[in-house]
């Protein structure tokens, strides 16, 4: 069978199975403005899928669902070239990527909007096995061989930490442990105000800001200029700390957004993911 697919206002006939047919999705976030006009998203057989959130430097939706790139829905231009993720279509039709933990990663590249962003809110739905490569899968991260930029991660006990990258010291929070529960799908977020203070990042598991943090270091010193650096998914530059699991609509916006926002978030998508 065939599913009517489209995408920036093109109609694209996507051949999948009968099992794979988008059923009754929950409410998507609604149309909204972003650089003074209206995002619509992407349709599926007439249900509408997440537009670019207001304020998106990054966006990816992951239709159509197969191929060696994942289409960043921003405008923006930073779509990622996939090296051996694979893609997985989830029951509800919603299309994920799917890490083992190796050298698989997402490389959306590198330049404005996404060099040196003054704040961030980073999202993603996870169903992670592991902890991932080294007990260190980067779900986001800007970085050269130099140095690590902005990045958000699972760490080992099912943790998370946040880091960005300062000259005398990184700014750096790690959650409480026992944050999130392998193999089961989760929406995982980090929001971040620019500033060196650590008290102000904020990690969230399914819209709920964790338990507790285990560390919150202050930055010290110059921020490191990342504009040198790509922006990975799923990985880290080196390809050594590779999610294992499946990584589904990540995505990245320069401004802090609140744990209400966030919890709607969880509300609109959770049923994509049988959460």
Known sequence: ??????????????????????????????????????????????????????????????????????????GNGHHGAITSATWRRLPSGVPVLSFDGGANLVNCGRGAPLDNMPAVTMEAWANPISEGGNANGFIFQKETAAFRGVSFQFIGVRRLRFIVDFVTTDLEVRSDINQYVFGQ??????????????????????????????????????????????????NHFFGTRGVHGTLGLPSIVTAVLTAKQLAGHVRQERGLFGV
């Open 185 to 234: 799908d989760v929406h995982l977020a980090a929001t971040w105000d620019g500033s060196v203070t650590a008290a102000n990042v904020h990690l969230y598991v399914n819209g709920v800001e964790v338990s507790g943090y285990a560390l919150q270091t202050d930055g010290a010193g110059a921020r490191i200029d990342d504009a040198g650096g790509d922006l990975f998914i799923g």
């Open 1 to 74: 069978m065939s599913q009517i697919v489209t995408i920036n206002g093109t109609v694209n006939d996507l051949d999948v199975s009968p099992s794979l047919k988008v059923g009754s999705p929950p409410l998507w976030r609604t149309p909204e403005i972003l650089n003074s006009r209206m995002v619509h998203g992407v349709t599926i057989n007439g249900y509408d899928y997440p537009p670019a959130p207001s304020g998106s430097v990054l966006y990816l939706p992951g239709l159509p669902g197969y191929g060696d790139t994942i289409w960043d829905q921003t």
